[in-house]
């Protein structure tokens, strides 16, 4: 075994611990009886069963690392860890700790926040179907139609008159990435020819976007651009429209259905429930 993984046996085990006493391990034999074949057990601890899903249920609690490990690989170490950890809770049963009351409250609390989760999870997952997900982006592309992007390019000076004179040696048919290597003070535009790439109206500052959005494909403006940078000579490649697609949105469409599901049911269940309130030293108000 590696120093990595012998490092980690005291974290290892105390995760373990956590996941054999958790109160949902209650419900496994049910699961254990029907699925007994894919789930072998792997130990027995005085009679407790240790199967391969309780091991794959501490491997999820781990660090990402270990996580992403193959559980085969960590057989050797989890194994024993759940075997000290099955031995602790027997022996914290023989010794009635699960009946002390504030052991019996941190269960209670446990079992209640995986009510509640479980109980948000299924009605989010019955709400969070494909068809809504992709009629929540139908109509967001019917609100958002396309953006207009553009791909430029540039050649930056530092005077109008400098700025005219690379537009006469276009008009003459000079080659703008050349000029651009030869004129332009904006480094960038020396060594791809003035290229820009693609970018939105938004992208740049007003002036600029102004004058290239207002250009067709293939179109040189036929007079310089003054900015906060200095004197363009602005030439638009190409035009093309933009739209989000369904994948680019799917998290957040996703994001925006759960938190309306839960909103619209603590709403729905606080207006059919009897609450009372207390001040905070619990008199009545």
Known sequence: M???????????????????????????????????????ILAIVDGAAIRRSDLQTLQRALPAQFQQMPLEMLFPLLIDRMIDAKLLAIAGRKDE?????????????FEERLVQDAYL???????????????????????????????????????????????????????????AADNSIDPSGKDNGGDLGFFRKADMVPEFSEAAFALKEGQT???PVKSQFGWHVIRVDKVRAVAQGLEDLREEISNQITQEVVNAEVARLRGGAKIERFNFDGTPR
């Open 221 to 223: 403006a036929d007079r």
């Open 97 to 109: 700790i699960h009946n002390d009351p504030d052991i019996r409250a941190r269960v209670a609390s």
């Open 121 to 179: 999870t299924r009605r989010v997952a019955a709400a969070t179907t494909e068809e809504a997900i992709q009629a929540r982006y139908r109509k967001f592309v019917a609100e958002n139609p396309a953006e207009t992007e553009i791909s430029a390019r540039h050649i930056l000076v530092a005077s109008e008159q400098k700025a005219r004179e690379i537009l006469a040696a276009l008009s003459r048919g000079g080659d703008f990435a050349k000029l």
């Open 2 to 40: 590696s120093r990595f993984l012998r490092a980690a046996a005291v974290g290892l085990v105390l995760a373990a611990g956590t996941v054999a006493t958790a109160p949902a391990q209650q419900a496994q034999p049910a699961m254990q009886a029907v699925d007994a074949a894919a789930d072998p």
